[in-house]
């Protein structure tokens, strides 16, 4: 297992791979490895290997052949199992539908926002005996969105830049009057898997962004109102190699950081941690010794 990154080390950047991005093909050096973490069974081992000399850590996040369905997702351990593995940046590939008439099945929109309808996940890696607050104003690092957007300009993908993810609890698809709901409220794509994922990349320190990859109109479309999944499926195998070969272009591009993230994402839990070092519970702050490490003196 590799050491988990500090802040200045050369980065080590994480995949999580959405529907349909079970591997990497290109990958040199490569080794599947298990990754235990205290918050439990991450969704798969962690595939190690480098492109054009910069380490990659891969996890499909539903398992490789798509075992997991949204609601049933260790958020926490694969997070945890992503740190404990060196990983100082994440970029997450996401199957979404659309929400918008301008961004049509196979646009890649690199979002900056987040709306959070989720309600059966554990949100946080601190509880009771060790409180902390991040914040998640700016949910995702512009950094990594600089680069993820020059690489897919490079590529002539169909890409956005910038939009709001509505996150919704699933595995069902939305109502009509849902649809119509989060279209009112000003979002562009509907998935099921960011959050609590993206918080708790906050939580551990790590820049994250996402690449939401449309498959489909979501039901608010006359003519999507019966989203299937032969329909979902056929578009994602397609972006599915898109989306590799963004992995690809970007992950060069990200290999010549050698300070902490600008952007402050490697330093959020600096003023997050509220519970007094005397009244911290020991067993919560063992199990947080990769994701808080840093500040708990693991």
């Known amino acids: 297992m590799s050491a988990m990154s500090e802040p200045g080390t050369p980065p080590v950047l994480g995949v999580l791979g959405g529907s349909g991005i079970y591997d990497i093909p290109g990958l040199e050096k490569t080794v599947w490895r298990r990754v235990d973490s205290p918050f439990g069974t991450p969704s798969d081992e962690l595939l190690f290997g480098e492109l054009d000399g910069q380490a990659i850590v891969f996890l499909p996040r539903h398992g490789r052949g798509h075992k997991v369905p949204p609601s049933e997702l260790n958020f926490r351990a694969n997070i945890d199992a992503l740190k404990r593995a060196g990983v100082s940046e994440i970029v997450s590939m996401?199957?979404?539908?659309?929400?918008?008439?301008?961004?049509?099945?196979?646009?890649?929109?690199?979002?900056?926002?987040?709306?959070?309808?989720?309600?059966?996940?554990n949100k946080s890696f601190f509880e009771s005996g060790l409180v902390a607050h991040v914040s998640m104003a700016h949910p995702v690092c512009a950094r990594l969105g600089d680069a993820l957007e020059a690489a897919a300009a490079e590529l002539a993908l169909p890409m956005r830049r910038g939009g709001t993810y509505m996150v919704m609890e699933g595995p069902q698809f939305s109502t009509k009057a849902e649809s119509e709901l989060?279209?009112?409220?000003?979002?562009?794509?509907?998935?099921?898997?960011?959050?609590?994922?993206?918080?708790?990349?906050?939580?551990?320190?790590?820049?994250?962004?996402?690449?939401?990859?449309?498959?489909?109109?979501?039901?608010?479309?006359?003519?999507?109102?019966?989203?299937?999944?032969?329909?979902?499926?056929?578009?994602?195998?397609?972006?599915?190699?898109?989306?590799?070969?963004?992995?690809?272009?970007?992950?060069?591009?990200?290999?010549?950081?050698?300070?902490?993230?600008?952007?402050?994402?490697?330093?959020?839990?600096?003023?997050?941690?509220?519970?007094?070092?005397?009244a911290r519970d020991p067993a919560v702050a063992a199990r947080l010794d990769a994701v808080a490490g840093r500040l708990l003196g693991a």
Request: overall charge negative; aromatic content about 6%.
């Open 182 to 278: 989060y279209r009112s409220w000003g979002c562009k794509v509907i998935g099921m898997t960011n959050m609590p994922e993206a918080k708790l990349a906050r939580e551990a320190e790590i820049c994250y962004a996402t690449v939401a990859m449309v498959t489909d109109y979501d039901c608010w479309h006359e003519d999507h109102d019966h989203v299937t999944v032969g329909q979902v499926v056929k578009v994602l195998l397609a972006n599915a190699d898109k989306a590799r070969a963004l992995i690809k272009r970007v992950a060069p591009k990200l290999r010549g950081r050698a300070e902490a993230c600008a952007e402050g994402c490697h330093h959020a839990l600096d003023n997050a941690l509220i519970t007094a070092p005397e």
């Open 94 to 121: 996401s199957a979404v539908g659309s929400l918008r008439e301008d961004l049509p099945p196979g646009t890649f929109v690199i979002v900056d926002q987040f709306i959070d309808r989720t309600f059966a996940r």
